[in-house]
């Protein structure tokens, strides 16, 4: 921003308000007036811009803030201006930083955000439709219920906007917010072709789908992961249904660890007992879907291998400071990693951004070759990876080599999943999809390295390159499908 040195000042974006229908003449005014003064640089009028309105029924055509008109300039020269020549308009006020002591400040906007949007409304506009409804109003679909999916724009003009994906008919378009000035009210604001935009998936702090379809198997997960970390061993599966049993019998954790503590199951007892509000409320909630829909575990949870890849409990109980444990199996060994994955949320009631890092656990098993004594790494991937394995001619084609379909590219795994896409199709890569790897009776699909010479490193690989795989799929406006089955590998929280 430059300096006005001869009247000591800054050069802002002031905003002029005006009576509505006034917007051409006062932009006219200032225009002209512009070749007299060396210090009203540009005048902006976005209200000429046509946009539409959707009504119940039909679009009508709006324009976008109505008796307002953006000047850059020197705060003196455009009071002298309206002083002189528009009397009947004013300088809009921010009254927002109000207090009994500090005074209304002169609204501005800053250089860098007037740009952006005045590159936004001269590309867009004409795609651009205004909603009646709040901006609150499209975190939900209202026909399921469910979070919509909530994006960041990467680059261009709307750089760092973040909005809702939402289905309009057929269509499916991006709505954000977009601030109001004067009588103008906030307003949401949606555009078509979100395909066209770079945008990434962000994290709904307050109602993620990832999360909410997690919910049950989390509570599964905690249970299993209490049960082995306890020594329950081969026991586990039907322990758990004796406990899924009996709780839904009668729902309280506090009787049921009682009766625990009786049979002579104390340390199960006190692990339960130590549960903080959030996990126990999650079993709970599995105890009242399995009241309301009998046999829900039994069914789902029929075998039992090695527990999902990520999952936010350890089940063995780490010391502080501890990163690693393991776990003995009958036919193998795990490891329980801690891993820690940094992701972008946002907040819709405050509309706000961040970043949170959250830990979960990565469990990898490690197998020895009954035949010529090697070593294989493994990951639970059973459901994502028979899906895909059962994917087959064209479609697989499509699904791995990205190839383009009326200048669109196909949702693939080599646009948006590079690194599923590296494990699947390079003959060098370390980690492989396996079908139908042997675990002692079962058989499971897997990531896994064999021929280990380098154990810790081959831990630290295979963790990173099935981190990498979650956090694209997850982060991708695309591979939707892919998204719901990563639900059994990724126990997202």
Not at 319 to 346: N, P
Request: glycine share 6%.
């Amino acid at each position: 921003m430059s300096t006005d040195k001869l009247n000591r000042v800054d050069y802002h974006w002031f905003l002029i308000r005006t009576q509505p229908r006034q917007e051409k003449l006062l932009t006219d005014l200032l225009a002209k007036h512009r070749q007299a003064s060396k210090n009203i640089l540009e005048v902006y009028c976005p209200s000429l811009s046509g946009v539409g309105i959707r009504r119940e029924g039909g679009t009508g055509a709006r324009v976008l803030f109505t008796g307002i008109v953006f000047v850059l300039s020197t705060l003196q020269a455009i009071t002298d201006f309206l002083e002189q020549h528009f009397p009947q308009g004013a300088l809009l006020y921010d009254y927002s930083k109000k207090t009994k002591t500090q005074k209304a400040s002169i609204l501005t906007i800053p250089e860098k955000e007037m740009r952006m949007f005045k590159d936004f409304n001269e590309n867009y506009s004409d795609q651009m439709v205004i909603l009646e409804r709040p901006y609150s109003d499209y975190a939900f679909n209202p026909k399921t219920n469910e979070p919509n999916d909530i994006v960041k724009v990467i680059d261009g003009p709307l750089a760092g906007k973040e909005g809702y994906i939402t289905k309009f008919r057929r269509d499916k378009r991006l709505v954000f917010h977009m601030r109001g000035f004067g009588q103008n009210k906030d307003m949401a604001v949606s555009i078509p072709n979100i395909w066209n935009f770079h945008v990434v998936r962000v994290h709904n702090a307050e109602g993620d789908k990832q999360t909410i379809g997690t919910i049950k198997e989390r509570a599964v997960d905690l249970l299993i992961g209490m049960l082995q970390g306890c020594g329950y061993g081969e026991q586990t599966l039907p322990t758990l249904y004796e406990i899924v049993d009996e709780l839904t019998f009668k729902p309280s954790l506090v009787d049921f660890c009682k009766s625990l503590y009786g049979k002579g199951h104390m340390e199960l007892s006190q692990r339960i007992a130590r549960l903080d509000t959030k996990n126990a409320e999650l079993i709970l909630n599995l105890i009242r879907y399995e009241n309301d829909n009998p046999g829900y575990v039994r069914s789902n949870w029929d075998k039992l291998v090695i527990r999902p890849f990520l999952t936010p409990t350890p089940g063995v109980e780490m010391e502080e400071g501890q990163g690693e444990a393991e776990l003995k199996h009958e036919s193998f060994t795990e490891t329980i990693r801690k891993v820690d994955i940094s992701e972008e949320v946002y907040y819709p009631s405050k509309e706000e951004g961040g970043t949170i890092t959250t830990t979960y656990y990565a469990h990898i098993g490690m197998k020895q070759d009954e035949d010529n004594g090697s070593l294989t790494l493994f990951a639970n991937w059973d459901y994502f990876l028979s899906e895909y394995f059962m994917t087959g001619g064209k479609a697989n084609e499509k699904l791995v080599g990205g190839e383009q379909q009326h200048d669109k590219l196909i949702d693939s795994f080599r646009n948006y999943a590079p690194t599923l896409y590296n494990v699947l199709t390079d003959e060098k890569s370390s980690v492989k999809a396996v079908k139908d790897f042997k675990i002692g009776g079962e058989r499971l699909n897997v990531m896994a390295i064999a021929n280990i010479s380098d154990i810790d490193n081959a831990k630290d690989e295979l963790i990173s390159t099935c981190v990498n795989i979650c956090k694209e799929i997850n982060t991708t406006t695309h591979l939707a499908v892919w998204r719901r089955y990563l639900r059994t590998v990724w126990l997202h929280i």
